[in-house]
């Protein structure tokens, strides 16, 4: 009789879902409220008036139920109509959906593509919102999951700003991450969702939206019902949502929060740095090169490029065999990557497992990879910063 290893324990290392601390995962096991009742209330207070800190803003922050997708989806039907010009930014899977959702609301949608693993740089936004006057809204990633890297959104802000165009930035694996001040970068909307840097399963959406976006909504009177911001914030602003809402993931949430208002926001800000810096050392320490354009700000996910002389395609694999559930490439990416997860519940150990996953399945497939190389790489960069690298407290 065969089936699953009993003694092969289970490492969640994705992107996005990332893995879900105890204490929310204890939270979910609670009876479920009625989001009509007072106990709902002063839940659903508490998220709201905590949400605004992860974003640097002081706008309402939206709820709604549904995925980062369906957050970005309302980014759009908000604020574009048919016809509508915008500029689509996209360097990975991710921000070409900003090019799908605007094509799928029918807009006159300018792209720009500089290639996946590239980083949008803003000196050329600006010119082609210089060679489009039309254009009055830019959409743009502030972390790309399929390639790891960081975009610099607050140059791509004083780029649209320049030009009278808001900036709506998607920040679903960036928020809670790497760093972000909406409000002091001129951010006009920034859009996230909840599994993960959040720490709660996926079902989540979040949405801030300026003063400007919001008005440019009510100016939209038709194009969405479940996702319209103005039913949304007229809710929220009376304590309520305006249709049945995920509340056990709202419940959740406020557990996710709790720990990273324990742990302080500048301090899981920090812990990021340190596990991406560990994962980029790591990678060196076993002769990899890293994808595309990344930086000191790629806190989230680290993209490295896998050796020609193996089968890439079977590294994910291979490393699900041993029970690491990690991210391959995306797209025409697949086969060429593997992506370090160390966004949300990580700590020291997490990247340092991953890497010791890796350095065996690339022996096994061949590779020439010194086993230890890319542990020790990590390890000494731990070590260097003195100080315990945990995850959030259970």
């Known amino acids: 009789m065969s089936g699953p290893n009993p003694f092969i324990k289970d490492y969640l290392m994705t992107a996005g879902p990332t893995p879900l601390p105890p204490r929310v995962l204890a939270a979910m096991a609670e009876p479920v409220v009625y989001h009509r009742a007072p106990a709902f209330d002063a839940l659903f ?66 792209r720009y593509e500089p290639g996946w693993g590239a980083r ?14 039309g254009v009055g809204l830019v959409y743009a990633t502030l972390s790309e999951t399929s390639t790891g890297v960081v975009h610099d959104v607050r140059a791509l802000a004083e780029a649209a700003r320049a030009h009278e165009a808001m900036l709506v930035v998607d920040g ?21 969702g909840s599994q ?11 949405v801030s939206a300026s003063p400007r976006a919001l008005a440019r909504a009510q100016e939209q009177p038709a194009g969405r019902y479940s996702l319209d911001w103005n039913r949304a914030i007229a809710e929220q602003r009376k304590g309520a949502t305006p249709f049945t809402p995920a509340v056990t993931l709202i419940r959740a ?18 812990r990021h740095d340190l596990l991406a810096r560990a994962a980029r050392a790591g990678v060196a320490g076993m002769g990899l090169d890293l994808f595309g354009d990344p930086d000191e700000r790629s806190t989230v996910v680290t993209a490295l490029e896998l050796p020609e002389a193996v089968d890439g ?26 992506r370090i997860a160390h966004c949300g519940y990580f700590g020291a150990f997490d990247v340092l497992t991953i890497l010791a996953g890796l350095e065996l399945v690339l022996r096994e497939l061949g590779a020439d990879v010194e086993l230890g190389s890319g542990v020790a790489g990590a390890q000494r960069v731990f070590a260097e910063a003195g100080v315990p690298v945990a995850a959030p407290s259970a």
Not at 120 to 133: F, G, N
Not at 313 to 337: D, M, W, Y
Request: with cysteine.
């Open 45 to 110: 207070g508490r998220i709201l008036e905590r949400l605004p800190a992860l974003f640097g803003t002081a706008n309402d922050v939206m709820v709604l139920t549904g995925s980062g997708t369906a957050a970005m989806d309302s980014a759009v039907c908000n604020l574009v109509r048919p016809g509508q010009a915008i500029l689509a930014c996209a360097a990975g899977k991710f921000g070409e959906r900003w090019i799908e959702l605007g094509e799928a609301y029918e807009a006159e949608v300018h």
């Open 120 to 133: 949008l740089d803003a000196t050329e936004v600006d010119r082609r919102l210089a060679e489009h006057p």
């Open 313 to 338: 395609a079977r590294v994910p694999g291979l490393l699900r065999e041993r029970g690491i559930t990690a991210n391959g490439g995306q797209g025409e990416l697949k086969g060429r990557i593997l």
């Open 172 to 192: 679903i694996s960036g928020v809670g991450a790497t760093e972000l001040r909406q409000d002091e970068w001129g951010i006009d909307v920034v859009v996230t």
């Open 196 to 206: 993960k840097a959040l720490m709660t399963p996926p079902g989540l959406g979040f």
């Open 253 to 270: 949430l406020d557990v996710a929060l709790d720990l990273i208002e324990e742990e302080g926001l500048a301090h899981v800000l920090a």
